[in-house]
């Protein structure tokens, strides 16, 4: 049984490269800005800007629920009927067909179907953490929509967002959701060791520094995945303020390394999907890089840490 599940695991995770994709993962990107913006519009503020994210779905990636009024209403990438989703709590819907189309036309949808939902919106007009930032009226630029590669993205965060889920249960401080941050397209988990840290001094393309103060503003371990810094995407761990030794510590698998570039390890997408265990691959280095932050820290890991199955005797 052991060895077809691991079988079946190893299946699930899907090959895609990053040159194949580029466009459609471009334009995507700039999809996911809007409908982030959106929730970002009416959402009330929470701590690292936690509100303004989206999450995996089991078709694709939702905004979840987001307060309007005395009701509420998503939005929701459909990734395997290709169908932008919006829904309110009075019943209303909206469908939006996903295929190929300039950011123009998506932003003048997205906006026209809130309108019609009496959920009138007005987001920032042009994208954070890239450059250029077109605005979003004018953005003829990206275009491109692949359906295939758009649902193998999505294949790839469902397992990614799986193993970051179960890494996320031995953590008993504070610690976030597993979400997709949509500037700069990754999905991340975030442990806080429950101290303050210096000022972040921002510098993110296009992005105010205020909202990296906001985002840095407790010592921290993040990890996630995002579609870039490998042939098929990477998965990434880093520390702020980033610990002295961070940078030389020894994790595994032997695939890893940091990268002075981006301050932070990698760990390529396809060094995870080739393994002969990949969940047991991956969270070996979600492991490792934790240790290595937490530790040349100095943070308090007896009270910060539990045992996710502390209570499976009782069932």
Not at 112 to 132: F, K, M, W, Y
Request: aromatic residues 12%; glycine residues 8%; charged residues 20%.
């Amino acid at each position: 049984m052991g060895t077809t599940h691991t079988a079946r695991t190893k299946a699930a995770w899907p090959r895609l490269r990053v040159a194949d994709w580029t466009d459609t993962r471009d334009t995507l990107h700039m999809w996911t800005q809007i409908v982030g913006k959106v929730r970002l519009a009416h959402a009330p503020l929470i701590n690292h800007w936690w509100q303004v994210t989206l999450y995996v779905s089991p078709r694709g990636l939702t905004t979840s629920a987001i307060p309007h009024g005395t009701g509420a209403f998503d939005i929701e990438f459909d990734f395997l009927d290709h169908v932008l989703h919006l829904r309110t709590s009075d019943g209303g819907t909206r469908r939006i067909a996903l295929e190929s189309m300039p950011v123009t036309d998506f932003h003048a949808r997205v906006l026209r179907a809130l309108e019609e939902l009496d959920v009138p919106t007005t987001i920032q007009g042009h994208p954070n953490e890239v450059e250029p930032a077109i605005p979003f009226a004018e953005d003829y630029r990206h275009h491109t929509y692949d359906p295939h590669a758009a649902q193998l993205f999505w294949r790839q965060l469902l397992q990614a967002n799986r193993v970051l889920g179960h890494f996320r249960t031995e953590f008993a401080g504070k610690v976030s959701p597993v979400h997709f941050f949509w500037g700069a397209m990754d999905l991340a988990c975030t442990r806080f060791s429950g101290r303050g840290a210096p000022r972040h001094p921002g510098g993110a393309p296009n992005c105010g520094d205020w909202v990296m103060v906001e985002g840095y503003s407790r010592e921290l371990s993040s990890c996630g995945f995002w579609p870039g810094g490998g042939e098929e995407g990477a998965f990434y761990a880093y520390a702020y303020p980033e610990p002295e030794g961070f940078a030389e510590s020894p994790v595994v698998p032997a695939e890893a390394f940091y990268s002075a570039q981006n301050g932070q390890f990698l760990l390529p997408y396809e060094a995870v999907r080739t393994a002969d265990d990949p969940d047991r691959t991956l969270t070996r280095f979600l492991h490792s890089t934790y240790a290595a932050a937490a530790d040349r820290a100095g943070w308090d890991r007896a009270s910060l840490e539990v045992d996710p199955e502390r209570w499976n005797p009782v069932h």
